[in-house]
């Protein structure tokens, strides 16, 4: 059998199941926090005083800082192309006629991630610090660029990098409120913990579907993991850029703004490795293909090489100038 109809066959093994991943790890829609609950009602007469406390306390964060939220920002408001590029995997299909869980999955899990982009947006837009209209040209840029990130149409592959990627903003949106926080900035500590939560629901969904399919195909989920390991995981945002820029000349600026700021490092890239490597028992997999076991050892030394590749490995320390913020110091 090839690939692809292997493939589709253990997606539909384990369509029944999505359901039960739904209940377990996403909240209903009349339950779970909305933009509104954290943002001045603008119904209210208070509206102006609090959005003043919000302009207040926002003086207070530095530039990197800014950076890294209007690019984390924009990063979850390309949420158009994640949803178009998750509903094109092999075995999601929306066409079936029938209800297909993991159709109603990815439109689930698209309803709760549009809440992030619309939350930091609007705080963004209260803040006064960041100029909005380069802001949007930018997250049109980002939409319309779409993005690539080497996992074809391919179920398995798509899983291993939402497993990592979901991870991945939970620590950038976790440490961002954290700073926000210890600066004093209370509501937007709390906007982005929970936006923190969320992400960390989606990414206990993600593993457990690659856990599920390596039940049913160890050596085509190994072998994929590996390859996406081998051409690295690219960030979301990869293609960002600026006004009047080529395509992706941000992302690096921007990615060295996050590690200086420590938001989001390559220790964390490496620790995100180790707990798949953990969860998913990689070391543990025995009776695989000679080319699974090849994949199986190369997963399980990877995170060792590329500590010693990260002690080595430099990043900007120059402050790039980004039309999205005015500068104003650093954190
Ligand atoms: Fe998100
Ligand atoms: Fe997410």
Aim: glycine share 6%; with cysteine; aromatic share 10%.
């Amino acid at each position: 059998m090839s690939l692809k109809n292997i493939r589709l066959e253990v997606m539909q093994a384990i369509e029944p199941k999505v359901q039960g991943f739904m209940d377990s790890f996403l909240i209903p829609i009349d339950e779970i926090w909305q933009p509104s609950d954290f943002l001045p009602d603008s119904q209210n007469d208070n509206f102006f005083a609090e959005t003043e406390q919000i302009r207040e306390e926002a003086k207070e964060l530095g530039y990197d800082f800014w950076v890294t939220l209007v690019a984390d920002t924009i990063t979850e408001e390309a949420l158009p192309t994640y949803e178009s590029w998750l509903m094109d995997v092999e075995g999601i299909d929306q066409h079936s006629g029938k209800e297909n869980g993991w159709s109603k999955w990815v439109r689930a899990w698209t309803a709760e991630e549009n809440r992030h982009g619309d939350v930091l947006n609007k705080y963004l837009y209260l803040s006064g610090r960041v100029n909005m209209r380069e802001v949007e040209i930018t997250t049109q840029h980002l939409i319309s660029d779409g993005f690539d990130i080497g996992t074809d149409r391919d179920p398995y592959k798509n899983f291993v990098y939402t497993s990592f990627q979901e991870l991945a903003t939970n620590i950038s949106h976790k440490r961002v409120g954290k700073m926000a926080r210890q600066k004093g900035n209370v509501l937007l500590g709390k906007m982005c913990s929970i936006i923190a939560g969320d992400e960390m629901r989606h990414h206990l969904a993600y593993r457990e579907f690659v856990k599920t399919i390596l039940g049913e195909d160890p050596n085509g989920m190994i072998e994929a993991f590996a390859d996406m390991m081998k051409k690295k995981i690219v960030m979301p945002a990869h293609f960002l850029r600026e006004s009047g820029d080529s395509i992706g000349t941000a992302f690096e600026q921007f990615s060295d703004c996050a590690q200086r700021l420590g938001v989001y490092t390559a220790q964390d890239y490496i620790e995100i490795l180790r707990k798949l490597n953990d969860y998913w028992e990689v070391g543990n997999l025995r009776g695989l293909s000679e080319q699974a076991e090849k994949a199986r050892d190369y997963l399980m030394k990877l995170p060792e090489r590329l500590q010693r590749i990260s002690e080595r490995m430099q990043f900007g320390q120059d402050q790039y100038k980004f039309k999205w913020v005015e500068a104003n110091g650093m954190l």
